[in-house]
């Protein structure tokens, strides 16, 4: 783990309070999102979740910054997406008024995340892209681990991840389409106050629950030519340990964008399972690997920033996006 990262050691399950606010200032330019994956116990299902205002991946957003400092308010956004027998996704950019009066909930549009004591909701009311249909339920994430870690991903110390509860049980009950699953999910959250792509050119994260605890790897190329490299194990107690880091493992690129991938794995051999998402400039799938003496089942993402802030990918975008 290099400089930039900055994991402490000691850390205690914390209370209530400490879990995250919807209502903290975002500068502007800046973002917040919260992100949610899960897998069904049954293996055929799958979902993200990611609720942002300061939509970064919003082509949108990236020219009002190209026209001096932009509001994230103006652009909020909600991505929903379902992996399985009823696959669906949808992404909307929407204008929010203001920041939420309580730390406690957030809407934007119809959708809507709140605390309800231990347990997140979200309130998904939602349309697919590009064929409109509804996507509409309830969803919650019941942390079985927290943390208070906060960690620089840059050494400037403009952007940040905060895995809140790495380890969740995750319910979900739609009634269109109509599907109700339980597993076992994953829930963090980022916040910067600069575009991602003026301080990053790629990363790589994978997150895979083992019985010792969640165990998570993040490779950052920063624009600077440093790189962060994180590995930790969050424990059950939300205890959060820094752990060797396994070689690198490649992965083949995706069959559509050609997206790079690889992973880490300790005897540097790794297979994607399934291929999530593969779109002009990152890929979500289910990795198998060997970390911590076992082979796992990992989620896996890379991004490339090189890729989104290409002006031909910002003008595929609004294709598979919907901005009210």
Do not use: C, K, M
């Given at each position: 783990m290099n400089a930039a990262t900055d994991i402490r050691l000691d850390a205690v399950p914390p209370p209530v309070r400490l879990f995250p606010r919807f209502d903290e200032p975002i500068p502007a330019d800046g973002y917040r999102w919260w992100y949610v994956?899960?897998?069904?116990?049954d293996g055929r299902h799958g979902l993200t979740l990611i609720v942002f205002i300061g939509s970064v991946f919003s082509p949108f957003y990236a020219a009002a910054r190209r026209g001096g400092p932009a509001e994230p308010l103006e652009h909020c956004a909600v991505n929903v997406a379902l992996y399985g027998p009823r696959r669906r996704w949808?992404?909307?950019?929407?204008r929010v008024a203001g920041m939420p009066a309580g730390p406690g909930q957030l809407a934007i549009g119809p959708s809507s995340l709140?605390?309800?004591?231990?347990?997140?909701?979200?309130?998904?009311?939602e349309r697919s892209s590009p064929l409109g249909t509804p996507i509409r339920g309830e969803l919650r994430i019941h942390p079985e681990s927290l943390t208070e870690h906060e960690v620089s991903l840059d050494g400037s110390r403009n952007h940040h991840w905060w895995p809140v509860a790495p380890a969740s049980r995750i319910e979900v009950a739609l009634a269109q389409p109509?599907?109700?699953?339980?597993?076992?999910?994953?829930?963090d959250s980022n916040r910067g106050n600069s575009p991602l792509e003026?301080?990053?050119?790629?990363?790589?994260?994978s997150r895979a629950l083992t019985p010792e605890g969640t165990r998570i790897h993040y490779d950052v190329n920063c624009r600077d030519g440093t790189r962060t490299e994180i590995a930790a194990l969050v424990r059950p107690t939300g205890a959060v340990e820094e752990i060797a880091r396994p070689v690198r493992a490649p992965?083949?690129?995706?069959?559509?964008?050609?997206?790079?991938?690889?992973t880490r794995?300790?005897?540097?051999?790794?297979?994607?399972?399934?291929?999530?998402?593969?779109?002009?400039?990152y890929s979500r799938s289910v990795v198998s690997a060997r970390q911590g003496g076992r082979d796992?089942?990992?989620?896996?993402?890379?991004?490339?920033?090189d890729r989104f802030a290409s002006r031909w990918v910002q003008q595929l975008i609004p294709y598979r996006m919907r901005r009210n």
């Open positions: 994956d899960a897998l069904s116990d949808a992404l909307t950019e929407r709140h605390w309800d004591g231990n347990t997140l909701v979200a309130r998904i009311d109509a599907l109700r699953w339980a597993g076992r999910g994953y829930f003026r301080a990053f050119a790629s990363w790589t994260w992965l083949p690129p995706t069959l559509i964008w050609r997206i790079q991938r690889e794995s300790e005897d540097g051999v790794a297979r994607v399972a399934r291929t999530l998402e593969d779109t002009p400039f796992v089942t990992a989620v896996h993402e890379s991004l490339s920033l």
